[in-house]
């Protein structure tokens, strides 16, 4: 596989470096990048810089995920209009071992194959470098004005930054640099990769190596992802789409492929899949012809789904999401976790009733009219039960005398009101 032309035909190439493409046809090339270990899990963000790297293992290269452990303490500048926070050691290093463990789903850290991925931190190297050595040995290789004619320092520097920019983060170029620095020595690593965004900052690696080492190094980056209408990738009004199911459960996830646009789907599907060419283009060809169908964003969604979290925990959430489309059972409704569950019926009117209540046997016709307001009177609710519009927990409601238990509850609080085919109730036992 040439790595080049299968980002070339994904859309995952936005700069390359000359001589990229050449170096790597010549011999196994181990590449870099770098990830932010601001959070202990990584965001769909990140998902295509680590596609990067599980495509160049696939090409019979090298790949490492350096974890950004000193720069994480700095910041950087590029897309950014203010300085982020700075995190201490502990927390840190917890966030790695964090990121590996999500990481190890995509590359293989753990076999003999002389491309096995790896994992470092430039905390490491970084920490025990005192400022003086930093400016001997690194700042007086690189000028002022080259780094002032970087995009991510100009734009902090112009007239629409009411910021400005410290020196902590206008030497942020240098710490990535020697980054880079450090791998080609230790690791003959001679590829950067990153986003768009990131240019400036990789380039400034490959001067280094040039000016200090005298050698040869490469930069390649990827477009920075976006949605077909400008919005921001990954952002949903509960913030980010993250990989680890606490900060976003697997069905919030599935869904959000899942409601991706036509155009987007399309792109996305080369980006965040392993699918080949010819199966893309089938795919594509069956959304021109039956839109309604959606197949690219049913196939982009399993695929992800199952590479992220688990072929099982993509049959639980296609099962979950079929509820609210009246195709459940009281006993797939019973499978759902808490979480799951809560999820699917985000939004979903909820009335509370007292837990003793429901262990005593609260009988439904009081349940749904006196204790919650799910039916205004207990006339209405005998009137729906009689024309078989109540459903509880998805089994049809035909006794009026029916008495409600603790045993009626999903996962020990919650019953499933169904009044006609569209209006759903959670009752909560607290």
Known sequence: MNFVEELTWRGMIHDIMPGTEEQLQKEMTSAYVGIDPTADSLHIGHLVSVMMLKHLQIAGHKPIAL?????????????????????????LRHNEECLKKQLAKFLDFESDAPNAAELVNNYDWMKEFSFLEFIRDIGKHITVNYMMAKDSVKKRLGEDSKMGLSFTEFTYQLVQGTDFLHLYREKNCKLQMGGSDQWGNITTGTELVRRKEGGEAFALTCPLITK???????????????????????????????????????????????????????????????????????KLAKEVTCMVHSKEE???????????????????????????????????????????????????VELLAEETAVFPSKGELRRTIKGNGLSLNKAKMTDQDYVVTAADLINGAYILVQKGKKNYYIVEAV
Not at 67 to 91: F, Y
Request: zero cysteines.
């Open 228 to 298: 077909a209408d400008g919005g921001k990738f990954g952002k949903t009004e509960s913030g980010n789409v993250w990989l680890d199911p606490k900060l976003t459960t697997p069905y919030k996830f599935y869904q959000f492929w899942l409601n991706v646009s036509d155009a987007d789907a399309e792109k996305y599907i080369k980006i965040f899949t392993l699918l080949g060419q010819k199966e893309v283009a089938a795919l594509v060809k069956e959304q021109e012809e039956a839109p309604h169908m959606r197949p690219l964003q049913k």
């Open 67 to 91: 974890v950004g452990g000193a720069t994480g303490m700095i910041g950087d500048p590029s897309g950014k209009s203010a300085e982020r926070n700075l995190l201490d050691e502990k927390t």
């Open 314 to 364: 993509y049959d639980k959430v296609v099962e979950a999401s079929q509820i609210l489309f009246g195709k459940a059972t009281t006993e797939s409704l019973a499978r759902l976790d808490k979480e799951t569950f809560l999820a699917v019926f985000e939004g979903v009117p909820t009335f509370e009733v007292d837990r003793g209540r429901v262990d005593a046997g609260v009988p439904v």
